[in-house]
């Protein structure tokens, strides 16, 4: 069950990224952090609530992981805005090596299927990114959008591993901490920087962005939380698989042999974890 509802968490993620970064090319990156924020917050407290007896350990990692997830996200909605969603999307993917490798060297054991699982969706990932990286590489502007998907990996890391140690005692109120504290630093921030609030319907789209982030992040709370932190970091990492498809369909990005191939072998990894 926590493995379908850490790939259920990929799927929110992947749509939350998708129509981030479209919004991102008509409004700064940091209101839609913002804005994304608020509306998730929102929801959760709609959905779950607020356990007043959280511990200190739930607040601490739920503000760490607010604070990685600001970065990351600011990061992401603005690489994704300025390059291709099929090359950004799955360099902020590898966000996964850091709860992986944390959950393995916690004592995470997986069987034999789950193993290979895990390699064929690592791989998948790999593939698309490796040969995003060679298509894009003489632009400057790629380049810059390869940089932030870096940075967007390394803040979403962190927020991944902060937000599943603080899951251990209570995923809902460390995903509403998380939530709580990265609004307000968006909002801080857009308020320096003077960026415009969206408006019309771009206002429904940043929502949206935040009721599927949102859920995305409480599903991988409870997911870790009660089952395999390593599985549940790699099923929720598939979201680029989402992300490519939807921006193939609606924006007719190219996708090449590779990137194809290496969503096969995704879906091939998924089926493996969950057999």
């Known amino acids: 069950m926590s493995a379908l509802v850490a790939l259920l968490a990929g799927v929110a993620w992947g749509g939350a990224d998708y129509l981030g970064g479209t919004v991102a090319r008509r409004v700064r990156s940091i209101a839609v952090t913002a804005g994304s924020q608020t509306a998730g917050l929102g929801f959760l407290l709609l959905l779950v609530g607020w356990d007043l007896r959280a511990g200190t350990n739930v607040v601490v990692y739920g503000a760490l992981a607010g ?5 990351g996200l600011s990061a992401l909605y603005r690489g994704l805005a300025i390059g291709s969603m099929g090359v950004v999307a799955p360099i902020a993917a590898m966000s996964a090596a850091l709860p992986i490798t944390w959950g393995l060297l916690t004592g995470d054991r997986v069987g034999m299927l789950g193993a290979a699982g895990i390699a064929a969706c690592l791989l998948g990932i790999a593939l698309v990114t490796i040969d995003a990286r060679g298509a894009d590489r003489q632009s400057s502007t790629a380049y810059r ?5 870096i940075v967007a990996a390394l803040g979403l890391g962190g927020a991944l591993i902060f937000l599943a140690r603080g899951s251990a005692s209570s995923a809902a109120t ?3 901490v998380m939530r709580s504290v990265a609004a307000l630093l968006a909002i801080g921030c857009a308020l320096l920087v003077r960026a415009a609030r969206p408006t019309g319907r771009d206002l429904g789209t940043v929502a ?14 409870w997911a870790a939380s009660t089952g395999s932190l390593t599985v549940a970091a790699v099923l929720s990492a598939l979201y680029p ?9 609606f924006q ?12 096969t072998g995704c879906l091939g990894g998924v089926l493996l974890i969950i057999a």
């Open 252 to 263: 007719h990005e190219r996708l090449t042999k590779l990137q194809w191939a290496g969503f």
């Open 174 to 176: 460390t995903t509403v």
């Open 145 to 149: 959008s390869i940089q932030l998907g």
């Open 241 to 249: 698989v989402g992300t490519a498809l939807l921006a193939y369909v």
């Open 67 to 71: 604070i990685c997830s600001c970065i």
């Open 208 to 221: 949206a962005v935040g009721v599927l982030d949102a859920t995305a992040a409480f599903a991988f709370a």
